[in-house]
């Protein structure tokens, strides 16, 4: 997929210990390192304990945020809103699991700071941190993807079947350091925004497969093609228009291209949302594209433009990333080496390739039984995690996203916020995420359900809710606050009879519904169900077949609690979290959130009143230059 109330006497924080304890000793680095937005870094301090000897004391240091007071305000405003309305209740963070293995091929530890990005699988390669081991069998780099192979192109605005071999096929715009929290040139050596203009500079030297050059026109040419899309840039440069594209995003040399922008906007948000993207429109291939958008005279052209585009298939593509594209059938698509990538040098095999493999269960007996090199990323619980051999390595990768409980706001009872705190005074949040982790320890619970991500390192506490964390309600992490919700559903009007809660005779009832292929998730329900159901709530787990919930339970409304992501998939910066939970599709149409809350105030240099349109603040927020 594609991310909160009264106080709390005797409220734990999440101290370093209690980290330790989650991940475990053998997940602690990789758990810490670059989660959440800055590195947490364990030391040591001695203290002279009984008799005088000296002992050793764990603590915790998390790197300040970088963000002036006023954006810290913003952030800290909305996630009180947000812990005092419960939009979301979230639930855990995760921690996805990557793979590489050490028999034929050398890559760094599973607790380096080199596998903290999206993913290792794209960059060790391209870094020189993924090579052929001396004396090793095995020559050519294989991992799986999902769709078949022949039956998969490479126009990712059509869509469907965006294979995985995109990874390797295609370069990124930059690079994000997750341990640092820092962008990093790629393709885009360059950049700097000033007031209303983006400036990047583009590598030079490069080139495409067919040998045509790589220039700043291409990259010109990716974002337009993404704009006219409805890429999110476009609220920043051509909310109202799309007929400013063309001339708001130009190349305006081989290596240069200048974006302006409609309004100031901060650069943090700016960067990460091009950071990740694939360059992909290759002149010969997506120029006529490109051309018919820019020259459209009516939305009914560009309407038409755009149509063509998105049913456009790419089966055999012109690349620009270290391996091209070779031949693909129905089990494999085989790549080879392309020897002119600037990259080139840091790889020393001839070949890769991706397997056809549509489960989980193929990719973890794959990985078993030593038919892949690697995986980007795979949940994979305990019991197969123990029949890997030692040759394979997990490394932990912040997601900054995680298990949420969403309500519908036009269904009773979820739409009276008495009943949603309650729901989350019930809910240990910490049996949840160990049952849904099935001992991987990739899973930890939310201590201040507030959208804020970053629970793996103290970030959230420590940087972000610096000084204000005490404000906030943790809703009893690890513990159920019966005696909490029973007042706030007293409040709303139940009363307990022979067990159960009822108003007007009639019980208090709570489906959640979710998808059935997310075996992680279904665990992480039925845990909130049970908890509830010993509460004395008629809770059931109504889990549907996967793209029947996705794409019609979900999208329809048709729930009254259901499953999904609370925050912005992969973003660790709090404006996309938020963008997320106020501003997105599914928070207006899914969730039927309304625009206006009513909130207490954290700070009145924010807002005056406890009325509130939470979308307006994030609108705010985007705009606060640092």
């Known amino acids: 997929m594609t991310e909160k109330d009264d106080r709390t006497t005797g409220q734990t924080t999440l101290t370093r210990r209690r980290i330790v304890q989650a991940l475990g000793a053998t997940g602690l680095t990789a758990g810490l390192a670059g989660c959440g937005g800055q590195q947490a870094v364990q030391t040591t301090t001695e203290s002279s304990g009984n008799g005088g000897e000296s002992t050793q004391t764990e603590t915790a240091t998390t790197t300040p945020v970088s963000v002036d007071s006023e954006t810290k305000r913003k952030i800290q405003e909305l996630a009180y809103i947000t812990n005092q309305t419960l939009p979301v209740l979230p639930l ?35 870094s020189g941190d993924w090579t052929q081991a001396d004396g090793a069998d095995d020559s050519r780099l294989t991992f799986a993807q999902w769709a078949v192979p022949k039956d998969s192109q490479y126009n990712p605005w059509n869509g469907k079947n965006f294979a995985e071999a995109r990874r390797l096929l295609f370069d990124r715009f930059m690079r994000f350091n997750l341990a640092e929290q820092s962008h990093e040139p790629y393709v885009i050596q360059e950049w700097g925004l000033e007031d209303d203009t983006l400036t990047l500079s583009v590598r030079e030297g490069q080139t495409w497969h067919n040998g045509d050059d790589l220039t700043a026109t291409d990259v010109a040419n990716q974002i337009k093609l993404d704009l006219y899309n409805g890429g999110s840039l476009g609220q920043f440069i051509a909310p109202e228009d799309q007929s400013m594209i063309s001339e708001r995003v130009v190349a305006t040399d081989e290596t240069t291209v200048e974006i302006t922008l409609a309004k100031v906007a901060n650069e943090e948000i700016i960067l990460a949302y091009l950071q990740p993207k694939y360059l992909v429109a290759h002149e010969g291939t997506y120029g006529e594209y490109v051309t018919k958008l820019d020259e459209a005279e009516s939305e009914d052209a560009r309407s038409k433009a755009l149509a063509e585009l998105t049913s456009l298939t790419v089966p055999e593509p012109v690349g620009n990333g270290p391996f091209q594209f070779e031949n693909a059938d129905t089990q494999r698509t085989l790549l080879t080496q392309y020897e002119d990538h600037p990259d080139a040098g840091q790889i020393n095999y001839p070949e890769a390739e991706y397997l056809y493999m549509p489960s989980n269960q193929k990719r973890w007996n794959a990985l078993i039984n030593e038919q892949t090199d690697g995986s980007a990323t795979l949940f994979m619980p305990n019991n197969k995690l123990n029949q890997l051999p030692d040759s394979v390595q997990v490394s932990l990768i912040p997601r900054h996203w995680g298990l949420g409980l969403v309500f519908n706001f036009e269904k009773e009872p979820v739409n009276d916020v008495r009943v949603r705190k309650a729901i989350a005074h019930v809910v240990n949040r910490e049996s949840v995420a160990l049952n849904s982790g099935a001992g991987t320890n990739s899973k930890i619970a939310c201590t201040y359900p507030s959208g804020l991500t970053g629970e793996f390192n103290g970030q959230i506490e420590g940087a972000w809710l610096e000084e204000v964390a005490d404000e906030f309600e943790t809703y009893g992490r690890g513990s159920a606050q019966t005696d909490k919700a029973a007042s706030l559903l007293q409040d709303a009007g139940y009363e307990k009879q022979n067990g159960t809660w009822k108003k007007d005779g009639e019980a208090l009832t709570i489906p959640i519904k979710g998808p059935a292929g997310f075996s992680d998730w279904v665990a992480g329900a039925q845990t909130v169900v049970s908890q509830l159901q010993q509460f004395g709530i008629e809770a059931e787990a109504v889990m549907k077949d996967t793209s029947t919930y996705w794409g019609k339970d979900y999208t329809n409304a048709d729930f009254v609690v259901g499953l999904q992501g609370w925050a912005n998939y992969n973003q660790s910066y709090p404006y996309f979290h938020y963008k997320w939970i106020f501003g997105s599709w599914d928070a ?33 927020l985007s705009t606060t230059t640092e």
């Not at 969730?591 to 609108?619: C, G, K, M, Y």
């Open 92 to 126: 855990q963070e995760k921690l996805a699991q990557s793979f590489q293995t050490t028999d034929d091929w050398n890559v760094p530890s599973k607790d380096s700071q080199k596998t903290q990005l999206y993913w290792p699988t794209e960059w060790l390669p391209r």
């Open 588 to 620: 207006k149409n899914a969730w039927n959130l309304p625009e206006e809350f009513e909130s207490p105030i954290l700070h009145d240099q924010v807002r005056e009143s406890q009325s509130v349109v939470p979308a307006d603040l994030v609108t705010d």
